[in-house]
T-cell receptor, first 116, second 113 residues
């Protein structure tokens, strides 16, 4: 069972509000990711981190920002939410890299964000 | 340009029969492939994976086949069960470089009883 948690599960918020989506994992993984997914579409990588104080933007441009101050915590922030941000946001962590571990990425249950 | 393609948006199968889900990729650096199952409003759950040094990996009812020359992989589910109804995502990674997973658009599998 994966030990990665996202809160909230569902969020409905008004345009212009600042929001933070929380993601925490207890597996000690260095690598963490944020994906965005709309129905019928692929999961798009929007941010990733390979360790504390390391953050990079993913393939899909996003107005959100992330931070990685602690290994277990990788929050995503939207300074001013817009209806175009309505989507499902999925956090994941893994031990990929250096050929050391052929293993999977573990996903949280996701946050369904609706901006009205 | 999509690096991982699942060209069938949906698949319908009768209970007890075989389900075959297909996936193609374009990046020859990919050396690790995974299948995930996803229900609406939930996160993906890992099903099975295969590294590029193998051409087949089996886990219970699930078997993944990899054809590197064709850059194609498939997931076989035998026998299919109604509880298998979900969206199935193919994902790929350059594991040596430790890159993040790149996902296809998914195939919605419906298994009828």
């Amino acid at each position: 069972e994966a030990d990665i948690y996202q809160t909230p599960r569902y969020l409905v918020i008004g345009t212009g509000k600042k929001i933070t989506l929380e993601c925490s994992q207890t597996m000690g993984h260095d690598k963490m990711y944020w994906y965005q997914q709309d129905p019928g579409m692929e999961l798009h990588l929007i941010h990733y981190s390979y360790g504390v104080n390391s953050t990079e933007k993913g393939d899909l441009s996003s107005e959100s920002t992330v931070s990685r101050i602690r290994t277990e915590h990788f929050p995503l922030t939207l300074e001013s939410a817009r209806p175009s941000h309505t989507s499902q946001y999925l956090c994941a962590s893994s031990e990929f890299g250096g050929g050391a571990a052929y293993t999977e990425a573990f996903f949280g249950q996701g946050t369904r964000l609706t901006v009205v | 340009d999509q690096q991982v393609k699942q060209n069938s948006p949906s698949l319908s199968v009768q209970e007890g029969r075989i389900s075959i889900l297909n996936c193609d990729y374009t990046n020859s650096m990919f050396d690790y492939f995974l299948w995930y199952k996803k229900y609406p409003a939930e996160g993906p759950t890992f099903l099975i994976s295969i590294s590029s040094i193998k051409d087949k990996n089996e886990d219970g009812r699930f078997t993944v086949f990899l054809n590197k020359s064709a850059k194609h992989l498939s997931l076989h589910i035998v026998p299919s069960q109604p509880g298998d109804s979900a969206v199935y995502f193919c994902a790929a990674s350059d594991i040596q470089a430790g890159t993040a997973l790149i996902f296809g658009k998914g195939t919605t599998l419906s298994v009828s009883s």
